[in-house]
């Protein structure tokens, strides 16, 4: 009897196609799949990174002034060199390239998508053996196919994506993403190299018991955020059960729990950084159309994360994400009304 296939990440996004895009090309099909091949590729090599010479630094530093990790050069070129051929994409931005990537002339051009992408987010992390993540976020093209893709065609709300994702390089490899029909969890299979069903249709709790924030900041945060998370510490908080802290300071792996067992993640602005730390176009907007396809919220401070209009391809934003009555309830400290 041959062993039972699980559903695989291939299969499952050409029923999606079929079920809701009926007259589409496949080619937004075939960039989540090239994107999964990506992350196989990016998770071998973050699976042997103790035992081949992809440890410690390039001796680089990238567009955020952070000294850029050998495998996070190998996870953007990984990427790149996946995409840049396919004929999808217009453009490309990555968190660890300053300018827009443009398609090499000698590919084809026209594609009717952007890609923007943090090849390996957390990467402070991978010498100490903590979950890292690759986030991605993909636009329509706005402006025309007869050119090259603008900054124009990055520069839209999140809420315009028509697919986010991330693949999370942890005790098992996982790839995350949402098109429009919910948000499903694939599991790498390494005995036969295919993303695997594990996680259909996920949605988060209405309310947690868990928040995220680092507490070392808090003598730098304004007043409302310091009277915010003392209401998520004080006992009395979610209805006498109060909150637990989980953090982990690697966002992938903060979001990713928080998505599987409810939590709210906070990084705040604060008096160093002025916008907060992540980034609006491939961390914050990729995982709040994640965190809403999935019942949950996200927001800067007033408004939601999914309707800001970017003005520049690496800005920041505070950040404040996971079930939705907890992200209200950010909202309200910021907001003034609590
Ligand atoms: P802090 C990792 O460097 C990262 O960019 C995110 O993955 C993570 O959520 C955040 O920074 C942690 O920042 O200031 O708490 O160390």
């Not at 035992?51 to 955020?64: E, R, S």
């Not at 982990?248 to 729990?257: C, E, N, Q, Y």
């Not at 907007?285 to 939601?304: M, T, V």
Request: one cysteine or more; a negative charge; charged letters at 25%.
């Amino acid at each position: 009897m041959a062993e039972r296939l699980g559903i695989t990440i291939t299969k499952h996004i050409m029923e999606t196609q079929r079920k809701h895009f009926p007259d589409a090309t496949g080619d937004f099909s075939g960039l989540l799949t090239e994107l999964s091949i990506a992350g196989k590729v990016i998770s071998r090599a973050v699976n042997k990174a103790g035992l081949v010479d992809v440890l410690g630094k390039t001796g680089d530093v990238n567009v955020q002034g952070e000294e850029v990790q050998k495998l996070d050069d190998f996870a953007d070129k990984v990427i790149f060199q996946k995409m840049d051929h396919t004929g999808y994409l217009c453009a490309m931005a990555s968190e660890e390239v300053d300018e827009l990537i443009p398609i090499p002339d000698k590919h084809p051009q026209g594609g009717r998508y952007t890609l923007a992408f943090d090849p390996l987010d957390g990467s402070s992390n991978i010498d100490v053996n903590v979950n890292i993540g690759t986030i991605f976020s993909i636009h329509r093209r706005v402006t025309p196919e007869t050119q090259k893709g603008a900054l124009a065609d990055f520069l839209q709300p999140g809420r315009t994506q028509v697919g986010a994702g991330y693949i999370i390089y942890g005790s098992s490899t996982m790839m995350v993403y949402a098109a429009g029909d919910g948000v499903h969890g694939f599991t790498l299979d390494p005995s036969i190299g295919e993303f695997l069903l594990s996680h259909p249709d996920i949605t988060m709790p209405r309310r947690s018991t868990y928040y995220s924030v680092n507490e070392g900041n808090r003598h730098k945060w304004d007043p409302r955020v310091q009277r915010m998370v003392d209401h998520f510490k004080s006992p009395v908080s979610a209805g006498g059960a109060g909150y637990g802290l989980r953090y982990i300071g690697s966002l992938v792996a903060d979001f990713h729990r928080n998505l599987l067992k409810g939590g709210v993640f906070m990084y705040p602005a604060d008096a160093d950084s002025g916008k907060g730390k992540l980034r609006l176009l491939y961390e914050a907007a990729p995982l709040a159309y994640i965190a809403e396809q999935a019942g949950g919220g996200a927001i800067a401070e007033a408004e939601d994360i999914l309707d800001i209009k970017p003005t520049e391809l690496h800005q920041r934003v505070p950040l404040y994400i996971g079930c939705k009555e907890d992200v209200e309830t950010c909202r309200e400290f910021l907001t003034g009304k609590r």
